[in-house]
């Protein structure tokens, strides 16, 4: 079992981690943004209270909300705001290029420009240059916009330079599609190669498939070099953050290998044999998956559940996603029925059989 | 049709015709085909009319039956190239005398229509021949690299060269007959170009990079520049020497301050353009030749202004320098640069500092200013963000002040502007300054709103016209304006820390509901009194149902 440590404890872990970057994987509703709150709190200037750092976290994307009456991007006034005079919309433009974005859209500054900065963005179909009709755009391309608003606030003077201690980025791709989360991590990958060497950079995030792009850039990819010591030591750490409520436990992955479907396959395959599988395992269990199916080239696990052997795949199919359903990470005390119970072990059984995959379970 | 419906109507025709064929290629790429067809045709008009007069009535008489310049075909001047060989080395010299170029018949724009129209499988290459010739030979080759952009073999007009020369017939085609109607005078053409370029500037959305200066904005920054600099009350110059814009685009400001000159009956010496997009230059260079510019009335350079690669603005000798008696620009907004130390060392910024890596504002402002004279006037667009942004900017800017070199800031409205919803401004620099206050005008709540953006309105059918209020607030410097202008002393810039924020010195706040204590009171006491009345109406009741009052 891994030690229990407070969020206090894990922060201040991070803050003493001499690599400059860190990786951490964590299931929705562990503590993530706590972590970061807690991070900003521990790191800041002890004289007056200024922050160090640079964070990009739910906060960040709560300055931005929607006026539905009139179609647009509301910004949210905070100590950011004064920043946007120097940034125009061109700057954010550059940061979407490789999202391959549907829509155009224009600043609209506040009275006090000086202070408060924009007040608000609108949004129109590339092609109506005439009218410029203002339109909603969807959740996913809102949060990339969201995510390349502050990619170019990061470049303008006095923020970024000022604050250069660390760049903690929470999630930056809940609510992305898979091509998006693969551009996102390029994005992010970018930030790091440019900043790495003269600040800590966080990324934690709840989608590991994200978190292995990146560490597979880290690791293996082009500048793989970079990221390596003279002793062939990395620069960089992983974990994952485990946990409910108070208790949290941050583990390292081991080998440097930081496939996280092998990490859920462990937690699962612990729960089965200390008997406490609960309804969310099913969750994890479906995660693991569509992992898999994504790792073997197919969308969906149907084929993953087939190449095992199970032979109802539809329905058993079925069964997985009703009993993965977004609730039960509230409901995390829920039995299953025995019936789905023995589902369960039979997937697991199957999937843990490692001559199918090839994988290595670490135990 | 006026004048000015025969450009517009123009230009909405060719405006169809770009809509209607440009397909799959995207705006921009098709605007450069466009504009390009259109600048041979100019040329050659120009050509043909120029070389009746030289060859007066051995000019042949044309013997096609299509009356309309755009199919006369073979040109008449082919016609006379056959009949006295012997003369046409006199004949093209004479021609670069006069028009400063020369076209071969064959390159002849009416000569291009008819192989289009024919679908003759030689087009393409006669129209690359034909550009490469005017390029290197027409301007005895001071036009290089005029057409570089226009790659004829793209495979944006077809897969194959025999579709591509399909394309272009039929592209050439309907651009020949779209226009053949209207007249082939140099104002018409040159300003329905004019309208196309910001067609296509409004139509293709944003473009990295490049900004086009919407024309009531160029006509405000023109005429600042032409109003004589020491006491602009005694109107505008009759004569510049030298005009330059730095970053000059397509040359439409530059254009503009050419025709209020003009419209003020004066002339320019010469014109000075930079631009670092080639495309753009090159399109700067066509409008320049289609307003009947010769071509040593003006000169752009193709280059990168913060770096200063033009070498005619790197004159180490001082007393060479050269000076321009008028600067306007609308350099890109708060463009990312990479300031060097060795432009630390740069004789523009040395004295004033180097602006910020994330925005180049003052880099451009400086830039110019270095080259501006001593009797000179310059109009610059800049972001509001210059006005108060702190760091090396605002030291920037308390040097240019204490020096007193910033004469007015003029805040515009905003979204006045195609590619952003930013606030802009215009500064207004001058090197001997008389006054030692600062003119602020806060215009930027005088515009009709518009659907997609807002406009300054030109006073038409006895409306406001907010060009003519912020040219003449500028050119008689009133003490004060509620709400609008005022002339503020050094020290209060001092005081406000340098800050130059209009909304500092011009109130640029809403009224505030003025409340009428008086009325309110006899309100309150109108409702006490009824509440008076009504509750001893209630206890009555009460009274009569034997229950206690309140």
């Not at chain 1, 462990?266 to 044999?273: S, T, V």
């Not at chain 2, 300054?456 to 607030?473: A, C, F, H, S, V």
């Not at chain 2, 003490?479 to 109130?507: C, Q, T």
């Not at chain 2, 409702?527 to 229950?547: F, R, T």
């Amino acid at each position: 079992m891994n030690k229990m440590s407070t969020v206090i404890e894990i922060a201040n872990e991070l803050k003493d981690t001499k690599e400059n970057i860190i990786l951490i994987y964590a299931f929705n509703a562990t503590g993530k943004t706590r972590l970061s709150v807690e991070y900003k709190n521990i790191t800041k200037n002890p004289k007056n209270g200024d922050h160090i750092g640079v964070y990009y976290n739910a906060f960040s994307e709560d300055l931005f909300v929607w006026d539905n009456d009139n179609v647009k991007l509301e910004i949210e006034p905070s100590n950011l705001s004064k920043l946007h005079s120097s940034m125009t919309e061109e700057d954010v433009e550059k940061k979407l290029i490789p999202y391959k974005r549907k829509y155009n859209f224009f600043f609209n500054p506040s009275k006090d420009f000086e202070k408060e900065g924009f007040a608000s963005v609108t949004f129109y179909k590339l092609e109506d240059t005439e009218n410029r009709t203002p339109i909603k755009i969807s959740r996913g391309e809102e949060r990339i916009f969201v995510w390349c608003f502050f990619l170019a606030l990061l470049e303008v003077e006095g923020w970024a330079d000022t604050q250069n201690a660390h760049f903690f980025i929470d999630d930056p791709v809940s609510s992305l599609d898979d091509h998006n989360i693969y551009v996102t991590a390029y994005t992010v990958f970018d930030v790091i190669l440019k900043e790495f060497e003269k600040r800590k950079i966080i990324i934690t995030s709840h989608h590991f498939g994200f978190l292995t792009i990146l560490s597979d850039m880290l690791g293996k990819g082009e500048y793989a070099d970079k990221f390596r010591n003279r002793d062939k030591s990395k620069k960089y750490q992983e974990f994952i953050l485990e946990g409910n409520g108070d208790d949290l436990s941050l583990v390292k992955t081991k080998n440097g290998v930081f496939l996280y479907h092998l990490r859920l396959l462990q937690i699962l395959n612990q729960a089965a044999k200390s008997k406490k599988v609960y309804t969310y395992h099913f969750a994890l269990l479906r995660q693991v998956l569509e992992n898999i199916a994504s790792f073997l080239g197919v969308g969906q696990f149907g084929y993953v559940l087939e190449q095992i052997g199970i032979k109802d795949k539809e329905r058993v199919a079925f069964i997985v996603n009703a009993l993965s359903h977004l609730n039960v990470y509230y409901q995390q005390n829920d039995k299953p029925v025995p019936d789905n119970l023995e589902l369960f072990n039979d997937i697991l059984g199957r999937l843990m059989d490692k001559e199918k995959f090839g994988f290595k379970i670490p135990k | 049709m006026t004048q000015k419906n025969q450009h517009k109507k123009l230009g909405d025709t060719l405006w169809d015709i770009a809509n209607d064929l440009r397909g799959v290629m995207n705006a921009d790429d098709f605007r450069d085909y466009m504009l390009s067809f259109l600048f041979l045709r100019y040329l050659s008009f120009n050509y043909e009319e120029a070389a009746k007069k030289e060859l007066g009535k051995d000019y042949p008489p044309s013997p096609s039956k299509d009356l309309r310049a755009d199919f006369l075909v073979p040109p008449p001047l082919e016609i006379w190239y056959k009949k006295n060989k012997g003369d046409i080395d006199e004949f093209e010299e004479q021609m670069r005398k006069k028009v400063h170029y020369v076209i071969k018949p064959k390159f002849l724009w009416s000569n291009i229509t008819e192989l289009a129209r024919t679908q003759n499988g030689e087009l393409l290459e006669t129209l690359q021949k034909g550009f490469r010739y005017i390029e290197d030979d027409s301007f005895e080759s001071s036009f290089k690299g005029l057409f570089s952009e226009i790659n004829l073999n793209s495979e944006k007009l077809g897969k194959t060269p025999k579709e591509r020369n399909d394309k272009l017939c039929k592209i050439i085609t309907k651009i020949a007959e779209g226009i053949a109607d209207f007249s082939t005078d140099n104002d018409t053409l040159g300003d329905a170009y004019e309208y196309l370029i910001g067609k296509f500037a409004a139509g293709s959305g944003k473009k990295a990079g490049e900004f086009y200066t919407p024309q009531q904005i160029s006509t405000i920054l023109s005429r600042i520049v032409l109003l004589d600099s020491q006491d602009p009350t005694t109107g505008y110059k009759t004569k510049l020497n030298k005009v330059l814009d730095f970053t000059c685009g397509s040359g439409s400001l530059l254009l503009n301050v050419r025709t209020q000159l003009k419209k003020a009956k004066g002339n320019i010496g010469k014109i000075f353009g930079q631009e670092k997009n080639i495309t753009t230059y090159n399109l700067a260079r066509m409008n320049m030749l289609l307003h009947g510019m010769k071509d040593t009335e003006f000169e752009i350079f193709h280059g990168d202004t913060l770096l200063n690669q033009w070498d005619l603005l790197n004159e180490m000798n001082p007393s060479k320098k050269i000076e321009f008696d008028a600067i306007v620009a609308n350099p890109p907004f708060s463009l990312r640069w990479e300031p060097t130390d060795t432009l630390a060392e740069d004789f523009r910024f040395k004295g004033y500092g180097l602006a910020p890596k994330s925005a180049a504002d003052f880099a451009f402002l400086l830039h110019g200013f270095h080259f501006l004279s001593k009797e000179g006037t310059m109009a610059i667009i800049l972001p509001h963000g210059v006005l108060f942004r702190s760091g090396v900017e605002a030291r920037i800017r308390e040097k240019l002040l204490k020096e007193n070199y910033i004469d007015t800031v003029i805040g515009l409205p905003s979204n006045l502007f195609y590619s952003t919803g930013i606030p802009v401004c215009i500064l207004v620099l001058k090197r001997c300054k008389k006054q030692d206050d600062v003119l602020f005008i806060n215009a930027s709540e005088h515009y009709e709103k518009g659907k997609r953006q807002n406009t300054l309105r030109e006073g038409k059918n006895g409306g406001p016209d907010d060009i003519q209020k912020i040219i003449e607030t500028y050119q008689f410097r009133p003490k004060h304006i509620e709400r609008y202008a005022r002339r503020v002393s050094m020290d209060e810039i001092k005081k406000n820390d340098f800050n130059l924020n209009i909304s500092r010195y011009v109130s640029t706040s809403e009224d505030e509901v003025q409340i009428d204590l008086e009325d309110v009171n006899t309100k309150l006491t109108e409702i006490n009194k009824s509440i008076k009345v009504n509750k001893e109406k209630h206890n009555e009741y009460l009274k009569e149902l034997g229950l206690k009052p309140i």
